[in-house]
């Protein structure tokens, strides 16, 4: 459910101009990668998912770098109910440089019910 979630917001949200991927190894940057969300069994037939949203940025994390984050993390505001963003980096695999990151997130409801 969740997996299924992630990919129809990844869809929506590159539609409307912010690229997304739920693969890590789809990342370019700029862009927006979904990770599985935080589950809390709240609701009837379902969950709350505190979804998991890193803004990643080009750069080595100067102010272009931050300029970005803004930017991009304001469009993702503009199509979801942004709670949180916490400054990070991310990186794709152990070895490699990080990335400056925005660790961002937002809630919906899963239902289980057909």
Known sequence: MSLQLARL???????EGVRTVVDPKNVVTPCVLLTPPVRTYDVHCGYTATQQ????AAGGGGEASWAAL?????QLA???????????????SEGE??????????????????
Do not use: H, M, N, Q
């Not at 917001?9 to 539609?15: C, D, G, V």
């Not at 803004?70 to 304001?74: A, G, H, R, S």
């Not at 503009?78 to 794709?92: I, K, N």
């Not at 440089?97 to 057909?114: D, K, N």
């Open 97 to 114: 440089s990080p990335i400056p990151a925005y660790l961002v997130t937002f809630t919906s409801t899963i239902t289980t019910e057909e």
């Open 70 to 74: 803004d930017e991009l993390t304001d």
């Open 78 to 92: 503009e199509l979801v109910d942004v709670e949180t963003v916490t400054p990070t980096a991310w990186r794709a």
């Open 53 to 56: 949203a890193y803004v990643l």
């Open 9 to 15: 917001l990844a869809e929506s949200f590159t539609r």
